[in-house]
């Protein structure tokens, strides 16, 4: 049971984004080498965030702090990234490489803001459930000593929209800083504090509390992204229309 636990925990938080990986950015060096590095970039943020926790001792055991530096430092780490690709792209421009999708690699500057915000997504994802995976094997079950059964999937399932949500995310702020829309740069940094936020409900044992309004940001973000990325309501319904054989 505990395997089989351990199995639908990690196909529903990396099934997705595995799938978003192998049909868009693993047939293409560049894009791997920028998804790596957009994960790399995310664990200086967790290392700047470790160091400070260490350091504020009487500050330990309060979550909530390290949480909010948590965030901010991730997000300073999400402007860095944005930085170091707007400077190499000068040089990127004068590679020839063509992906997987016949275009120009570096002419899209939204394939690399979504491929960034997938690879922070990832290295997040793989941080925050790792733990929670390797103990869903055992020994014993959750739920035995009046603890809620639903731990591990609500665990899954937040860890599936907190990947997703970065990857919306580095979509929007790579629009935003590319347009100057800095509405939409405060909209990132703020939705991201309150989807953390929101994750210190689980403590009570209230995953609803926590799950329901979590997916709803995740939504309205999708959303967002979807529009900065350049799509309408035409396009989307072009993109589902079934075409008569």
Known sequence: MTVM??????????GPPLAMFALTVANDPIRIIILISAAFFWLLSLLLSSILWYVVVPLRKTLAFGLVFSVIFQEIFRFSFYKLLRKAE????????????RHAVTTG?????????????MMSGAFSLINVLADSVGPGTVGLEGDS?????TSAFTTLAFILLHTFWGII???????QHYFSVIYVICSHLV???????NQRGMYA???????CITIVTGILAFKAAGGSWHSFRAFIRITPK
């Open 209 to 215: 509390a926590s799950l329901v309004p979590v997916y």
């Open 173 to 179: 702020f790579f629009h935003a800083w590319d347009h």
């Open 90 to 101: 000068v040089g990127l421009k004068k590679v020839t490489e063509v992906g997987a999708d």
């Open 5 to 14: 636990e351990f199995f639908g925990c990690a196909f529903i938080a990396f």
């Open 109 to 121: 500057r939204n394939t690399l803001a979504y491929v960034a915000g997938l690879g922070f997504g």
């Open 195 to 201: 989807v953390s936020c929101l994750t210190l409900i």
């Open 149 to 153: 059964p639903h731990f591990f999937i």
